[in-house]
């Protein structure tokens, strides 16, 4: 669920799985490049980075939700409390936040009037998250063999046609 507020400077809310809410922040809008980052209690959870070819193509640079946020205390007891106790790293992966940074990618290509968004898979990311090719299935992405539009370590292509289809 993605909220805006009025402002130039779009402040919207998006919630995770269990109700939780973070910021999504989207940097200077530029015109071939943006990054729109998720945040929790001011620290970065999630991001995704795209870089614009118009008029008809949105590449889809990295999308990155962190299994290692440690949040800075909120005030001096916890402070104090952190300590003498190691705090363990928070995973925010598997929450759906990836869907929504995927999705506002979606939002942001359609506004633009782009007809596709692309993208490369690595053997990295596969084995970071086997789910992977399953997951961009899932949200409309065709899988397909690596191109030159692809980076030059890629195993797969990813592909989302914006053309006339409504997702």
């Known amino acids: ?3 805006s507020s009025s402002k130039n400077t779009a402040r919207m809310i ?3 799985r269990q109700g939780r809410e973070y910021r999504l922040q989207v940097d200077p809008d530029e015109d071939q490049y ?3 980052k998720l945040l929790y209690r001011n620290s970065e959870v999630g991001r995704i980075q795209c870089v614009l070819y118009p008029p008809d193509k949105l590449v889809i640079g990295d999308i990155l939700i962190r299994d290692d946020v440690i949040h800075a205390p909120e005030h001096l007891w916890a402070d104090i409390l952190r300590r003498l106790v190691e705090p ?4 925010y992966r598997r929450r759906g936040l990836g869907t929504h940074l995927l999705q506002f990618a979606v939002k942001k290509a359609r506004q633009r009037g782009i007809k596709r968004i ?3 898979l690595t053997q990295k990311d596969i084995n970071n998250n086997p789910n992977l090719v399953k997951w961009y299935k899932k949200h409309g992405f065709e899988i397909v ?6 980076l030059k370590e890629a195993v797969l292509g990813i592909s989302l046609d914006l053309g006339e289809k409504s997702n």
Do not use: H, W, Y
């Open 1 to 3: 669920m993605l909220e």
């Open 14 to 16: 998006v919630r995770d």
């Open 34 to 36: 943006f990054t729109a």
């Open 88 to 91: 363990k790293p928070i995973d």
């Open 118 to 120: 692309c993208g490369s």
């Open 145 to 150: 063999p690596p191109s030159q539009e692809n």
